[in-house]
Structure formats: C-alpha cells, structure tokens
DNA sequence: TCTCGCCACTTGTATAGACAACTTCGACGG
DNA sequence: CCGTCGAAGTTGTCTATACAAGTGGCGAGA
C-alpha cells in the first residue's frame, strides 16, 4: 500500500477515508472484510494513529465500515435505500404531459455572492458566483421560475449555455456526476418579480424548492425552484419492503 | 463554570457535549449567540482542548452549533424542520429539537365520507370514515394541524384514542406495519380554521403534505398535515456515492 | 476435557504540544 | 480618509504518547 500523498490540499484524514473508500469501491475490501488494525495503516499510509483513527471512526459513524472494540473494523453490509425524491429534469416532465415546453432566459450574469449564497455555496461572502433567472413554460402558462447560483469552480462555462437549448440541468449533468442533494421545501409568498413572471396574484402562494447539488464534496449550485402553489404540486409514493425503511412505522 | 465530573462512566467529550447541550437547552446561550473559545472551554472545565474540540465539532456536525475558523462558536439556528418523505412522528422530531411538544384535539368523529375523502381512501362515497383534527404545538408555538380521515376497517377503535397521550401516528403504526405512502406537497393559502388555530396572517401561506399511507393492500389513512410555510421547512438528503458524504455543511 | 486466567492485539479515549488557516481589529502610513 | 500591515485570538489539523476497555486465543491446571 502506498503512502498516502501529503501534497494534496485536502486535510489527511480526508486524504485517508478517500483512500479507504476508494479501495471498497475498487473491490480491494469486500462487504465484511477485515480491514487492516490502526497500527497497519499508520505503517502503510505513513499517517499517526489519531489521524487514521479519525478517519475510520468517522467512516464508521458514515456506514461504510463496523468497528468492534477489542476485535478489528469490518467493511459495513450495504443498507437498502430507498429514493427520497428524484431529481429530474422539468423538461423530461412535461414532455411526459405531453405538453409543449418552452423557456426564457431572464437574467444570466456573473455576480459577487451575498452571505446567504455564499453559506449556501460553501464560498466566502462576495466570491463570484454564476447567476441565471429562467422561466420555464408548459403549454404557454409559466409553471416553474428557476433561479441558480452556480459554483464557478465546478462549471466555468456556465454562462456562455445557450439555456433555451439546453436547461441547467442537463448541462451541469453532463459535467460530472452529482452524488449528494439537498432539498427544502417551503411556502411562501414570492416577491414582485417571480410573481410576475408566473402570473400570480397578490395573494396567491408559492411553492418553494430550494435544491443543493453535490459532486465529489464540492458544492456545485443551489436552485430555488418556484411553482404556483395552487396549480403545481410535489408528488412521490414510496413502497416499502417489510420494515426496511426508517426505523419507525408509518404514520 | 464549574469542571467536568470525571468520575462519570461516559467518556469526557460526550459528558462535555451534554454539558454545552444542556446550558443551550437551559437558556444559557441563545440562538446566534457566542459560546466560550474552546481555550476557555478548556479551562473552564478542565479537560484538554482536543478534548473540547472534539465535542464541539460533534455539536457542529449535529446542528447544534456552527463554527467559523478564525472567528469563534455560535449557537445555531433552528429552524423546525421535518425529513422530506421520511414518515416520522412530529413528536419524536420535536423532541429532538429538544423542545417541549403539545397538542389539542380539536375535534374527533365519527363522519361520512365526502366524494373527495371517499375517493382518496377507496371508499364508497358517505360510507363511515373517522376524523380526527388535532393542532400541534413545539415549545407552545403551533406548528403543525393534523387533519385525517382513517379507514374504519383497519382502525375501529380510532376514535376511542386520547391523542394528547398518543399521537395517531403511533397508534396506528401500532396496528399493523405500512408498507406504502403516497407525498402531495402544496402550498396553499389555508382557510379559516387552519388559520386561526396556526396564528397566522390573512395572507400567510402554508405549506400542506397531504399524504395517505397503505397496509396490505388497503388504505389506511390519509393526512393533510398544514405548516406554516414561513416558519417551517420540509428537508432531506440523500448521497449518491462514494465521496460525497462530508464537506457538505448540514443547514 | 473443561475452566480459568493471562497475554497479545484491537479499538476507544485523553492529553500536551505544535503549526496552519482564518478572522477581526487596531495601528500606522500614505 | 483610506488602505495595508500585523498582532492577537480563534478554529482546524497532525503528531506522539499513554492508558482504558474489550476480544480472542493459548496454555496451565484441576
């Protein structure tokens, strides 16, 4: 096992549970396999035991591995998982509807990040940031304003997309694949601009989606995703195997 | 402050978490507000500062504090929030906010089916459902109206329930094991009733699941669970792969 | 053969010390 | 007045060391 490369910027016991998970994706450890002791891998990754230590309690606390005191550390059994919600693409949707799709480009600019875009992006207030306001549209009524700050880092030809072409989505897909999302959903009444662009009354609601996307532990945009709340809605069903699911009992 | 009892048999960072968990519960130290350096942590309760450090990360990765490098500790924001289609009992999640649950049952009948609540429940139309509306509040805040119309085949004795010992939840979970739910997410301006029980405005908008939940086959119940969408979020989420558990900052 | 106790090894925790990275703020000089 | 620099303080990481706690196996003795 080589050591562990120091000259990367990511702090060691990142470095180290990299390397671990790395080697149980690559089929080096199997599901119950005994990993190397503490000691081992401080000799072979050249790393201290604290710091390899770390590495495997926080792996463990993650589930990737099972640690018994006294005894060794095991690769963890996979845990079946269902999908919460799905992430797909508004124009597959409405396509699917039937309908036709089309969209406008509001806004598309390059812009300092306020403190909450930045907190969100996981940048420093005022980094640059890449904005776009987008209307999508089904059957000629507005059913989605889509509004995006995008992590420069990740996709620095954002701006120059051609986003009635291409939506977002397909676009920061085809960068590299998201591994993690975040989503929040909230009501609320929309300010002057989204209402608007969705037609909406003074007092009608808004139903608020506001997504975070991962890839590779880098935050790649948040989206907030505005639909008519009385015409628009967020459906899911899930099935369940015997008890598989969560620990408690439906509801 | 006084120091840490050592003699206790849980280890010392845990003993130093519940400490600084306990004095934010207690009032201590408010949302927003700085905690102690981890120096004076140190000191304070005369443990060693990877000590304190470890229980501070701890509460930071578990949402009870946020940290800035350079700057210091805060006690963070809570928002109430509850996992996004993950079925879970509004007790349990406000319990772990570490606040004080009530709840008031509005009303508890015997009714005939509707054509709407008939067809969501698979019923003939003015077949006997049972309804149940209960009004949730977390720290005497309302945050949630519980409205639910239950199949009578799967739970006669709904209505015999005291729902301020048990919630619904609970009890019906008790009853049998769920193995499929349906999510409808809207946001909606509630009416009268609703209105008045979450203290909100004319024009405040809510956020409404309305979800229904099956038993072998049958339907069980279904809920129309009202927020208000200013003050309460639906979150969740998920990891893909391998790396992306990490650097992501919970909210 | 069975049981007990010991030993080697593993993970878990705690500490002290060091340095890195970052923020804040005030002093200084233009 | 403004910008720059640096000092002080904060969190983040890494190391070396030590001991505690638990597991498994081996051997001595009944």
Redesign the pocket.
């Known amino acids: 096992m080589a050591a562990i490369r120091r000259h990367e910027t990511a702090?060691?016991?990142r470095q180290v549970k990299d390397h671990i998970v790395g080697r149980i994706l690559a089929g080096d450890w199997h599901e119950g396999e005994r990993?190397p002791?503490?000691?081992?891998l401080t000799r072979a990754l050249g790393?201290?035991?604290?710091?390899a230590?770390r590495a495997?309690?926080e792996l463990?606390v993650e589930g990737w591995l099972t640690?018994?005191?006294?005894?060794?550390?095991y690769v963890a059994e996979v845990k079946p998982q269902s999908a919460l919600l799905e992430i797909r693409d508004i124009r597959d949707e409405i396509a699917e509807r039937g309908r036709a799709h089309d969209c406008r480009v509001v806004h598309l600019a390059r812009q300092g990040a306020t403190a909450e875009v930045a907190r969100a992006l996981s940048l420093?207030p005022g980094a640059p940031v890449l904005h776009s306001l987008v209307l999508h549209r089904e059957g000629g009524t507005p059913v989605q304003v889509e509004e995006r700050h995008v992590n420069p880092a990740f996709a620095p030809g954002y701006l120059d997309q051609d986003f009635t072409r291409t939506t977002a989505f397909e676009y920061l897909g085809g960068l590299g694949p998201m591994d993690a999302a975040e989503h929040v959903i909230e009501a609320e009444l929309p300010g002057p601009v989204v209402r608007e662009l969705l037609g909406l009354g003074p007092a009608e609601p808004c139903l608020l989606v506001t997504r975070r996307t991962w890839s590779n532990g880098l935050v790649v945009s948040r989206a907030r995703l505005s639909h008519p709340g009385s015409r628009y809605r967020l459906a899911g069903r899930q099935d369940y195997l015997a008890n598989a699911v969560g620990k408690g009992t439906p509801q």
């Open positions: 702090p060691l016991y990993l002791s503490e000691n081992e790393v201290s035991r604290m710091t230590h495997l309690r463990s640690r018994v005191q006294g005894d060794g550390t420093a």
